[in-house]
């Protein structure tokens, strides 16, 4: 079939599998061209198939020639109807791993689930022994919780205000403003069980109870912090307070790995686009002026570019990983250098539907969204034929 683009809102309803190839083939060719990092080998990623989950694995993998499994919830092709990208995505990060002769297994289900953890637990059981690395970079807006089988709602709202703020329709350039309504209590604590640390905890407590992670065993899950145009509906709204508890959960799950000398660490990361951020109002409006003062510096990174730093300057370097006053790795360090972010203050408050395709990278956060999706590479015949029906070889 012909693959278009079909946007709606914030997402995009279909995929190119052979532009989603392109994307993780890029990613690869930027790890391989860093050289090799002496790293984990074996590795698993929960929320593995789409950014900073898919740039770990593709670090892991082509960085330090690990063995991955790869844990996502992703929608498969049918005929007529593309799959969802992080499926095509794991398709040719498996492709390219045999080829390299790396071991990949995928796992596509809800990592909150039992079914999928002890799905998990028997591939490792089978085939890997045991797991140095768990990365844990999920990105839901739902989560069943695994006890009760309450089905919570995260929610992305202020605390104790209506915000009321700048935001922009990426697709129009329409720069307006935009009101949340404060979250009650049960917003938050919704927002916690969704986005919180307990499933990571439940994920380290029954790989440990299995006895299927290695001595010295690390994991990481990823956090945001930003800056303060986007504190009340981010830091300090309701997904914050899930992105603390998820903080807080490293030095609990720190403790639980004492035994076997294992480590918890959270990862600031920097704001980037993927189809997380793009749901999240004020943020589009925020990056794209972020994307132009960082291309400007020379200091701009997409995922692949954030996780191999993490790996090769933080995690990786033979000497105690640097940690923050609060125990965190900032690989934010250039989103968050003062000159960039005294100049997004500067050019927020200047932001009009007329100035900011100069002031702003809007073309570059469009280009960013729609390669998410397989879409806008060069080097892709989108007017060709695609086949549509691309499986993840490990996935039956
Ligand atoms: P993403 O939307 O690109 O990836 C989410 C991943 O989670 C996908 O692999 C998806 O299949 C998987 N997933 C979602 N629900 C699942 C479920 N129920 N079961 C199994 N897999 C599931 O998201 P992104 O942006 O890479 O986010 C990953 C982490 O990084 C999140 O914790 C996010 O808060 C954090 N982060 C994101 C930043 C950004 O600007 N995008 C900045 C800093 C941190």
């Not at 002890?118 to 490792?124: E, K, M, N, P």
């Not at 986005?195 to 992670?213: I, P, S, T």
């Not at 004492?258 to 189809?275: E, P």
């Amino acid at each position: 079939m012909i693959i278009e683009p079909r946007m709606r809102g914030f997402i995009c309803l279909t995929a190119h599998p052979k532009g989603c190839e392109q994307n993780v083939k890029k990613q690869i060719e930027y790890v391989k061209s860093k050289g090799p990092i002496d790293g984990a080998k074996r590795v698993l990623v929960v929320g593995a198939s789409t950014g900073f989950g898919l740039a770990s694995r593709i670090s892991s993998a082509f960085g330090c020639g690990a063995s991955t499994i790869g844990v996502f919830f992703e929608k498969p092709p049918t005929e007529g109807k593309t799959a969802s990208p992080g499926w095509y995505n794991s398709a040719a990060f498996e492709k390219e791993a045999q080829n390299a002769g790396l071991y990949a297994k995928s796992i596509n289900g809800d990592a909150f689930s039992k079914d999928v953890k002890q799905q998990v637990i028997d591939t490792i059981k089978a085939d890997l022994g045991q797991i140095d690395l768990v990365i844990y970079s999920l990105a839901s807006p739902v989560r069943m919780h695994p006890d009760t089988g309450v089905l919570h709602r995260s929610s992305l709202k202020p605390i104790g205000g209506t915000f009321t703020n700048k935001t922009v329709d990426f697709h129009t350039g329409l720069v307006s403003q935009v009101s949340i309504e404060p979250a009650v209590q049960e917003d938050i604590d919704n927002t916690v069980v969704v986005m919180g640390g307990e499933d990571w905890a439940m994920w380290m407590n029954d790989l440990k109870a299995a006895n299927l992670l290695a001595p010295g065993a690390t994991t990481i899950a990823y956090s945001y912090i930003g800056p303060a145009v986007t504190e009340a509906v981010y830091r300090k709204g309701t997904i914050g307070r899930a992105k603390d508890h998820l903080e807080a959960t490293a030095f609990t799950i720190t403790d639980s790995l004492k035994d076997i000398n294992g480590k918890a660490f959270v990862s600031v990361n920097k704001a980037l686009v993927t189809q997380a951020s793009s749901a999240i109002p004020v943020i589009p409006l925020y990056i794209s002026l972020l994307y132009k003062i960082m291309k400007a510096n020379g200091i701009h990174e997409g995922c692949i570019e954030q996780i191999q730093r993490l790996y090769s300057q933080r995690l990786y370097t033979g000497k105690e990983v640097p940690t923050d006053s609060e125990g965190r790795i900032r690989i934010d360090d250039w989103e968050m250098r003062d000159d960039v972010q005294a100049k997004v203050a500067e050019l927020w408050t200047k932001a009009t539907t007329e100035n900011l395709s100069e002031i702003g990278d809007l073309p570059g956060y469009k280009q960013d969204f729609l390669n998410l999706f397989g879409f806008g590479f060069d080097g892709v015949d989108y007017d060709a034929e695609a086949d549509e029906m691309v499986l993840v070889s490990s996935i039956e």
